[in-house]
């Protein structure tokens, strides 16, 4: 299972080319296809916990939520993920073991690992223009 925690969301504005929406009738107001389309999101970051290890878990329960991890190309969004690339660098899959917690499988001693951001993922979080300041501490220094 997997334990998530919401650390905070905030908007992000993506500009992506318009697609029309598929089965409705064409609507004289909307942008004609492929212009700039400007739409607001909302981007939680969230710290999880988990307890067995299988692969792909988080992305696999957050997607059954309804809730993508950004840059996701198995199970996120792809039109979010180009956007979030053309619009702020996003480099990758942003997924970050930022803590683990292990026994040594010798000496059973208690292993705990800290790492911050990438410095990718680092570049990706300051080109946000509302990124929450609880990110901060996890940002690597350039």
Not at 89 to 117: G, I, M, N, T
């Amino acid at each position: 299972s997997v334990i998530c925690i919401m650390l905070r969301s905030f908007p992000v504005e993506l500009e992506e080319p318009y697609i029309p929406p598929k089965d409705e009738a064409p609507d004289p107001d909307a942008p004609a296809a492929g212009s700039p389309f400007r739409r607001n999101m909302t981007v939680t970051m969230v710290t999880a916990r988990i307890n067995t290890g299988r692969r792909h878990q988080i992305r696999r329960h957050l997607k059954g939520l309804g809730h993508n991890i950004v840059g996701d190309t198995s199970y996120g969004k792809g039109r979010i993920n180009a956007a979030l690339r053309a619009n702020y660098c996003l480099p990758r899959l942003f997924l970050h073991a930022h803590q683990l917690h292990f026994r040594h499988p010798l000496s059973a001693e208690l292993l705990k690992l800290k790492d911050p951001l990438s410095s990718d993922l680092s570049e990706f979080v300051r080109r946000l223009p509302c990124a929450p300041e609880q990110l901060q501490p996890l940002l690597r220094e350039q």
